[in-house]
């Protein structure tokens, strides 16, 4: 990337300095083995004044402190660079958003308190039900005690502090009835445990702690894991940008200070910071991220250009038309956060369990408690009995009921190649009854291919492979690589020039050869009706002959389709390309619902009105432009390829090139919301038989703990069966 | 039952030095890069922890 040398003042935005060390996050998405890890340290730490350059390999992020003053920035992004890797700057808020991961670290904190806690104190409880008497009893519930109360004060926090905040909004969630309980439950014990009395319930209530912060860690890691591996939005987006000041000399400005009205330059190989119109200069631009469309387009005097996309080969004069908040990436920013609104209603199942499982099991504890009292007259074995009504139906078994099996589904999912981000995802793919696709990098691959024979002499072949092979344009790519699979090798050329904008051209024998854009090289414009793009190669005393493109659909993406519909779904098509285009991928993978010629506001209202007759919307795209859809769906899925946003919007992102990983999923999804199913009933069957145990004061402090984990074990086992549920379904 | 009092303190001494080290390992980072650890082995010059973020 030549982006280093004009933006070497840029750089420094993206460093913190601490003690005299400077510190910069770099994240380098192509690191893939054990070798990259250590030739990137390895070059890094060579630099002068490193103090240390760390690779890590999960977040694919190089973290490097330095003496400062002793080196630029942008020597480190050189140095990596040059060794084939693409490097962009983390800023330094982006690293301070891994809240998530500080999030499980609590719970990990937690659950090894809690796991520590409730093992020693069964192993006092064991004696105590082995009938241990007296004064060895009271010693023995003493010390639990001890354990008990800094551990439910310590591990029982991420409880209390969402029971506290749905009780403060007005709500009863699942941690309700789980602070009550332990509390409560608690507080008896302590009360028995200074009278002498014969039970205590620590165990109990410390080893409830333990299985939830299991299930709840399970749940957390799961979100995180998601969230790594899914960039965020804008990450790529530049932070400031180079003015052409009127007397001529260059300035480097953050973002915030550029106005509309101003001429920038843009490197070749830098993105576009703002939206504007080209003043100067020609080149390619790729939009891919923000259109999802591989194929770049030219840019010359006149025409517009988008924030976010990049200038691949030549340096661009541009007049700012509007820049920050303004610009069309942040206006589909916007949409999709407003998209997004509707989703965040969704209310997940075990949420809507708890609304009613909560008022149920505190007034059946309530009138148990009364009912002891009125009829024996003895407060404190009320209390006893009430006590124990509350820990039988905490809801250890439903709290591990949901947990257990999304975490084996997306684990499953994960070795598949597709990340699930959250919980709920699965529980809304299981509901969707519609899919919405999107055509580019959904349907099809989104890599141009070439369409039917090339029509040139042997000898030709030869000269433009020599060409293709000197750009990196996807256009030359996929006809170097469709040249070399046929057997061609290259011809000898030298000095191959790349025309800004236009293609590649090199001096033969007998002039001067070209491979480019049709009307360049002398072919003529390209046809209107084209199925994809073209290019033209051009050799002295011959009729330019053309090279047709199309977007290949990936290879199973009819079966995929099909499979979609047999599992029930509705199938439809919106894309915002031509309609002759779109005509032809939908006959090749059988779908008869299509839209062509759509905006992204456009595929957010076909969503709407289909979700407004009642469906549950599945949608699959890649693009930016499908950013506000992914987000306006009832749940979605994007292609690995897809771009940032696509990605950061999507439910669930899919690696590799099979979109039967769409019905898989699906698949997965069904299975899980059974199984879930079967478990919230199981968790609730074991209530029925041992709520009027509790209620008829014949539960101990063994029988409870017996109760407590065998329903969570039976919980868990039924998880388990996921794995060959979804194995003899063969999804 | 006299050796009941040093029991119950081994015991706990024990469960208390796993729970320590536990949170030692959490908190020098050893599991911020599970996959770069599972590479890093068959690196023949890397052998040092990661530093402290």
Redesign the interface.
Known sequence: MTSTATTAGALDLWTTERDGLRHIDLHVPTIH???C??RI?GAVRKLPGVR?A??????RRL?V?WEDGALEAARIVATVEDLGFEVRPFAPEDVSATEGRKAT?EL??CM??AG?AS??IM??SVSVWSGAEAA?RDLFHA?SAI?ALPTVAYAGRPFFRSAWNALRHGRANMDVPIAVGVLLVTAMSLYETLNSGPHAYFDGAVSLLFFLLIGRTLDSVMRDRARASVAQLLKQMPRGATVLMEDGRTEYHPIAEIRPGLSIVVAAGERVPVDGVVLTGSAMVDRSLVTGESVPETAGAGDKVLAGTMALDAALTVRVTAAGQNTFMADLVRLMEAAEQGRAAYVRLADRVSRYYAPVVHSLAAVTGLAWWLAGGDWHTAMLTAVAVLIITCPCALGLAVPAVQVLASTLLMRRGVLVKDGSALERMAEADIAVLDKTGTITLGRPQIDGDIALAPEDCALALALAERSTHPLSRGLAAELRKRGVAPADVSAVREVAGAGLEADGADGVIRLGRPDWAGAGAAPVGANGPVIAFARPGRAPVSIHFHDQPRADAAAAVQRLMKMGLGVSILSGDHAHVVDRVVRAVGIADWQAGCSPAGKVAAIRQRQERGHKVLVVGDGLNDGPALAAGHVSMAPSSASDVGQAAADFVFLGEGLSAVPATLAVARQARRLVRQNIGLAIAYNVIAVPLAMLGMVTPLIAAVAMSGSSILVISNALRLNWLVKGENA | ?TG?PLL?IL??AM??A??GL??WT?RSHQ??????AA??I??P??DTP??R?
């Open positions: 083995c054990a070798n890890i250590s340290e240390t760390r690779v890590n390999f999960s977040t973290s402190d670290r990990i904190r090894a308190v520590f093992m020693n192993l006092l060895t010390i354990i | 039952m009941l119950i015991a706990l469960g208390l796993w729970l536990f949170m959490l599991y911020d890069d599970p996959e770069g590479l890093r068959l690196a010059d890397d990661a530093p973020a």
